[in-house]
């Protein structure tokens, strides 16, 4: 298994089109923890849906509807939420933006399909 080992990340990785308004962007990843930069466009929808990782999210920018374990929020640039492993959670982006995500262990599922 490949795993990014650049101690600094300076912005200019790829994006990958995930399609309908989403992209992302791998920050850096190993067995235990990865990040990741998702880009919305405004409509675009992170559907509602659960795993077995840990995620923390960050609000870098833009405005988001989003719902975790059925409760929903307005969050903005600045705020963020945590879903625990299990938990339902899916965001709609109201104003363009972007989200940081990090999860443990690492999504081998981002890696693979």
């Not at 990741?36 to 992170?46: P, Q, S």
């Not at 059925?70 to 972007?98: R, S, Y």
Request: net charge negative.
């Amino acid at each position: 298994m490949n795993f990014k080992k650049e101690p600094f990340f300076d912005g200019n990785s790829e994006w990958e089109d995930l399609g309908d308004g989403v992209s992302r962007q791998f920050v850096g990843y190993n067995s235990q923890v990865m990040m990741v930069i998702v880009k919305f466009e405004k409509n675009a929808i992170g559907t509602l849906h659960q795993h077995f990782h840990s995620q923390i999210t960050y609000v870098a920018e833009g405005k988001f509807e989003v719902t975790v374990d059925g409760e929903t929020k307005i969050l903005q640039k600045g705020d963020g939420f945590f879903a625990q492993p299990n938990i339902f959670h899916g965001v709609k982006c109201l104003e363009a933006g972007k989200l940081v995500d990090a999860f443990t262990p690492f999504r081998e599922d981002f890696l693979i399909g």
